[in-house]
């Protein structure tokens, strides 16, 4: 199996253990000093302990409807929807990985919203 597809798999088993709730499979997928990073909100997660940390502190974890993977050598990068239970977000999610395992992850969220009108007569709409 090429490295592109080790990654991909790591990225989905990700995904998998987030949506059955069991985020100790991280440890097995995350670096130890691997780093989180959520530009939206300027924070950084360095570190095993700290991921622990917030994802065992989460309210709610989502679930998480991936849409599309893409890959070439050590980047892996996902785009997804995130179900919070209520609100729902559009996702991309860029990893980067070192000896098959994830040691960097940035992510962009955004809620989705209407199309504008003005726009109609060029595109078509998804349905995400």
Request: proline share 5%; hydrophobic share 40%.
């Amino acid at each position: 199996m090429g490295e592109q597809s080790v990654n991909e798999n790591v990225v989905k088993r990700l995904i998998e253990c987030i949506n059955a709730r069991q985020i100790e499979v991280m440890d097995e997928l995350f670096h130890d000093d691997a780093v989180m990073h959520w530009p939206q909100s300027g924070e950084i997660v360095r570190g095993a302990e700290n991921r622990r940390g917030i994802y065992n502190a989460f309210p709610q974890l989502p679930t998480i409807t991936p849409r599309r993977l893409l890959s070439g050598g050590n980047l892996v990068v996902a785009e997804a929807s995130l179900d919070y239970g209520g609100p729902t977000y559009e996702t991309v999610f860029i990893f980067e990985f070192r000896d098959g395992r994830i040691a960097r992850e940035t992510a962009y969220w955004s809620d989705a919203f209407e199309a504008p009108e003005w726009r109609s007569e060029w595109v078509e709409i998804s349905g995400a």
